[in-house]
């Protein structure tokens, strides 16, 4: 293996502070995740679930109610479980936008294998950077505990992917002959399929449900098959076990969403007696205290008797040196695949709220790795006929609400957004507040668009930049006033001409979310469309195109197609999408920028996804 400066690092840092050394007070630590997936077991309450194997273990073990993903799509989310630091903190957050790890930190597993522990991972990483090499003992297909020296205490981690979006899209005869070979108390039947209230009752959606619950229950039963393993090998007395998945359903308004059905897991935690001293309650006990992924690593290496490294913003919730309960978890959403959004979510144990910055984008995009599911093309459908009302018409807005609040006691379904609730302006201004305040402190990078976050971390990573050469109250204050209204058209205005181009690209994404009522900015925005930084022009042309200025910003655009910065290019093709007919000129250019070699290359896959479906409408 070559040797690279971080290898020498790495080498060279001291051993982690050992809590306990004793092998006997050392407990192995087994991780059986798995992929998209809600508290849809039968151990949390639900009654359509088949879920034997987890729901044994949940009456052996605890149950969290109110445990959270702090991302609501997977790689994003498995940063911060594997680093134990928000990604918006360390610019993990857009899906597979690959970024170097900030100098001073390493994946968790890291200090316990320097404290003796054999580390496994089978099989999946996707953390948005790359591992160093000393994350893992063993990462592959084979990567097993079994692998360890004799008397070895280890972390192994287990990774599922029978409850993965893109394993619930059954055919009616798939889903036939995949029920044909379970018990005949296990098969699901789609008549009987529990409908949220914004789904609309179809044969397709309860297809597709039924087809959800049937996965859980091969999935539970690959579950079972690694707690057998664990108990044959006499290892079941000295083992920790955690279950839980990577984020929500991979549903609509489950994953990718930052709601209850996007955020919430169901976590469940096994203590054998010679442990029970570390557990926070007897078995089959259900714990409503609020954890979330940045919890998970300070909590595994306080069980494995390590300090965790202070660079970690989460809370051990297990041992004899527990945290305080927290008060607030919070989650993010920012680009998916092809789409660019920035949601932030604050929940505290009653309350969610939620901020959308890009309000002027519908509540479900267009989305080509997601569209051929079948509750999507049902919705797609009814709306296209005019036949969704009420709150199943929910996810086919064509625009998005910049603020939500949900009361969870009274409306667990988040329906009913009490933004405007005179009675519950008090809890606003507090969730505004601490979500403002988590922003600042954990210097949320987002806030630069990608290109140029990148721009300005190299040659080193948005974790260190941030501490060093980011503005990031200024350029909130900007954002925050994106969705609020006309009367900030001459702050927008003036902001046009910030010296900072963040501040900029958020006064032009303000005016496009105002639409035709940005107007009185056409001077600025003609200007802006030649802005040194292609994110300003990018969302300059949006909102001059959206003006009566068709000409210019689709020139603007057809330029940025051709940027080999894939970055640059795919934000340039997401307009477009949203011009609709009026980016019918641009059309050569879109075929042009097909054949255009950019990097890097997942973000080169995007782009072609935007514009193929551009051109497809066209």
């Known amino acids: 293996m070559k040797t690279t400066r971080r290898n020498l690092l790495a080498a060279a840092a001291p051993l982690p502070r050992l809590l306990f050394s004793a092998p006997q007070d050392r407990p192995n630590i087994l991780w059986i995740t798995c992929e998209d997936l809600s508290p849809v077991l039968g151990c949390f309450g639900d009654a359509y679930a088949r879920t034997p194997n987890l729901d044994r273990l949940a009456s052996e073990g605890i149950r969290y109610t109110r445990a959270y993903a702090t991302a609501s799509v997977c790689a994003p989310a498995r940063s911060c479980l594997i680093t134990g630091v928000h990604p918006t903190a360390i610019g993990t957050m857009h899906l597979r936008g690959i970024m170097p790890l900030a100098r001073e930190m390493n994946c968790f597993p890291a200090y316990l294998r320097r404290a003796g522990y054999y580390c496994s991972n089978n099989v999946k990483q996707d953390y948005n950077f790359v591992a160093p090499p000393d994350a893992w003992d063993e990462s592959s297909a084979k990567a097993h505990w079994k692998n360890r020296r004799p008397g070895q205490p280890f972390f192994s981690v287990f990774n599922l992917m029978h409850t993965h979006q893109g394993q619930i899209r059954y055919s009616r005869e798939e889903f036939e002959k995949i029920s044909a070979g379970l018990p005949a108390g296990l098969r699901r039947d789609p008549a009987q399929a529990p409908l949220p209230p914004y789904y609309p009752d179809t044969p397709l959606v309860r297809l597709n449900i039924a087809a959800l619950y049937t996965q859980v229950t091969l999935m539970d039963r690959r579950a079972g098959e690694l707690l057998?393993?664990?108990?044959?090998?006499?290892l079941e007395d000295s083992t920790i076990v955690f279950f839980f998945p990577d984020h929500g359903t991979g549903l609509p308004r489950g994953k990718r969403w930052l709601h209850e059905s996007g955020t919430r897991v169901p976590l469940i935690i096994r203590f054998p007696e010679r442990f029970r001293r570390l557990a926070p309650a007897p078995p089959g006990s259900a714990i409503d205290r609020l954890v979330c992924f940045e919890d998970f690593p300070p909590t595994v290496l306080r069980l494995a008797g390590v300090e965790p490294p202070p660079y970690m913003t989460g809370s051990p919730f297990l041992g004899a040196k527990a945290a305080p309960p927290r008060e607030y978890v919070f989650a993010t959403r920012d680009r998916v695949d092809e789409n660019l959004l920035l949601s932030r979510a604050v929940r505290d144990r009653r309350y969610r709220y939620i901020r959308n910055y890009f309000p002027h984008r519908p509540r479900m995009e267009h989305s080509t790795y997601s569209e051929v599911g079948?509750?999507?093309r049902e919705l797609r459908r009814l709306h296209a006929e005019g036949k969704l009302k009420g709150h199943q018409a929910w996810l086919m807005a064509p625009t998005t609400p910049p603020e939500e609040l949900y009361d969870l006691e009274n409306d667990p379904h988040e329906l009913d957004n009490l933004v405007d609730s005179p009675a519950y302006r008090q809890t606003l201004e507090r969730l505004r507040g601490e979500l403002r305040r988590w922003m600042?402190?954990?210097?949320?990078?987002?806030?630069l668009p990608e290109d140029e976050m990148v721009r300005r971390s190299a040659p080193g990573n948005p974790y260190d930049m941030s501490r060093e050469k980011f503005p990031v109250e200024r350029i909130l204050d900007a954002a925050e006033l994106v969705g609020r209204g006309p009367q900030h058209i001459p702050a927008f205005r003036r902001l046009l001409g910030d010296s900072d181009s963040a501040v900029r690209y958020w006064?032009?994404?303000g005016l496009t979310a105002l639409g035709e009522r940005a107007k009185p900015a056409l001077p600025e925005l003609r200007k802006a469309i030649a802005d040194p930084a292609p994110a300003v022009r990018i969302a300059a042309a949006e909102a001059l195109a959206l003006n009566g200025g068709d000409k210019e910003a689709l020139a603007a655009l057809s330029a940025a197609l051709m940027d080999k910065d894939s970055r640059v290019a795919l934000q340039a093709a997401i307009v477009l999408w949203y011009l609709g007919?009026?980016?019918?000129?641009?059309?050569?250019?879109?075929?042009?920028?097909l054949k255009v070699p950019s990097e890097?290359?997942?973000q080169r896959e995007y782009l072609q996804w935007a514009l193929e479906k551009c051109l497809q409408r066209l």
């Open 440 to 447: 600042i402190r954990t210097r949320d990078t987002a806030f």
């Open 507 to 509: 006064a032009a994404v």
């Open 228 to 234: 057998d393993e664990l108990k044959a090998a006499g």
């Open 374 to 376: 079948h509750v999507r």
């Open 581 to 593: 007919s009026k980016a019918a000129p641009a059309k050569d250019a879109m075929r042009q920028a």
């Open 600 to 602: 890097p290359p997942d």
